[in-house]
């Protein structure tokens, strides 16, 4: 590519021109100037300060341009640059990498972990997760503290490693916030190698949330709400839930549509709590999900669309939530949105139980009514599969 020659030119006619040490000034002035312009998050100007030091190799200097190329991207540039973007910071991220520069490591778990500009590969982003965390990279040592204490990634559940970890980080600026949050999920749970303490976990989670944790918002808003090891303030909920869902949180956004719907906390408006129910749905909450298409199937301030709601609780129900499982057997039973299925009314009926609601004895007799003998062997067949198949 012409434009990268001539920056590589450039740097060796710098090279000639200076002495290696007023070089590594004159890299080093361009890295703090570079630095200020990435926390505005000027990612051109960046990768225009860094061009004429592109090939001098210091792995500061590509993590910094990776960095720069990856963000224009993701920032909505324009498609014409995103193949030489992508391409760009995968190249440099790599050479960094392989001088083991922990920050670099991380970026390339980032990339094959979300698939920005090369196919999805969970092995690999563990692999160079695993790399930057033993290179002592800090939050790269956060994040794979939260991979081991979920069990995610491939990773098997190791909360001792975990734990020990988030005390590790706890004091560093940069993540001390995200350890505080999850030192007080483990302390809540009594894990961490202590007895379960609510006041303590409590204060952890507020502190993170304070500091704007997305996660500690949500859940300070749930304790409110319920009043688990605090006094009940759905007010104070609800100011912490629109933190976190101004950050786009599922979870957050149903809680605050449920608000207005019932005009609980908020004042009643179905319109905006049923905006809030969309966004929740786009975000990818199944309790959202199971909201929105119980208000479509009654028609509660929207228009009743049988077709729609079927297809909400369908994809909650794939989710396992168990309201959508049971209201499907309703629509099932009454053929709504689609003929009548009294083996799927069954089906969806008893997967509601399993998965913890109480059983209904009218809404059980009325379907055992329905179904044929054929129907409930096919029922039955079905739900043995689906019991084997559960973890």
């Not at 989670?205 to 304070?210: E, P, Q, T």
């Not at 704007?212 to 759905?234: C, F, Q, S, W, Y």
Request: aromatic share 6%; charged share 20%; glycine share 8%.
């Amino acid at each position: 590519m012409p434009t990268i020659h001539r920056r590589a030119s450039f740097v060796l006619a710098l090279g000639l021109a200076l002495s290696p040490a007023a070089f590594a000034q004159s890299v080093d002035q361009a890295l703090e100037r570079a630095r200020a312009l990435e926390a505005e998050s000027k990612y051109a100007q960046v990768i225009d300060v860094l061009a004429p030091h592109r090939e001098a190799a210091r792995p500061e200097v590509d993590y910094a341009l990776a960095y720069a190329h990856l963000n224009r991207q993701l920032q909505g540039a324009a498609t014409a640059t995103a193949t030489e973007d992508y391409a760009q910071a995968l190249r440099l991220a790599n050479r960094a990498a392989g001088k083991d520069h922990g920050p670099s490591l991380y970026l390339l778990s980032l990339i094959h972990g979300n698939g920005w500009g090369v196919p999805v590969d969970a092995a690999k982003s563990r692999g160079f997760l695993e790399r930057a965390a033993k290179a002592g990279d800090v939050v790269a040592r956060a994040d794979y503290a939260v991979m081991l204490y979920q069990g995610r990634l491939g990773l098997p559940r190791d909360v001792a490693t975990a734990c020990a970890l988030f005390a590790e980080v706890l004091v560093k600026e940069e993540v001390g916030m995200v350890a505080s949050y999850y030192l007080g999920l483990a302390t809540a749970r009594g894990e961490c190698g202590l007895g379960p303490d609510m006041a303590k976990a409590l204060a952890l989670i507020r502190r993170a949330a304070d500091a704007g944790v997305t996660e500690a918002e949500r859940d300070m808003g749930r304790a409110l709400e319920t009043g688990d090891g605090i006094a009940r303030n759905l007010d104070a909920a609800l100011v912490w839930y629109a933190r976190a869902a101004n950050k786009g949180d599922a979870f957050s956004l149903w809680r605050l549509g449920m608000a207005h719907v019932r005009g609980q906390g908020r004042p009643l408006d179905i319109v905006l709590g049923v905006d809030y129910l969309k966004r929740a749905v786009a975000a990818g909450s199944p309790d959202a999900m199971a909201s929105l298409a119980a208000l479509l199937a009654a028609g509660d301030g929207v228009a009743q669309d049988f077709g729609m709601a079927r297809a909400l609780y369908q994809r909650a129900a794939r989710a396992g939530q168990p309201q959508a499982h049971r209201d499907l057997a309703l629509l099932h039973l009454a053929g709504q949105g689609a003929p009548a299925d009294a083996a799927q009314a069954w089906v969806n009926y008893q997967k509601a139980i399993a998965l913890g609601l109480a059983p209904e004895p009218k809404l059980e007799a009325a379907i055992k009514a329905a179904m044929s003998p054929a129907q409930a062997g096919q029922a039955e067949a079905e739900l043995a599969q689906w019991r084997q198949s559960r973890p």
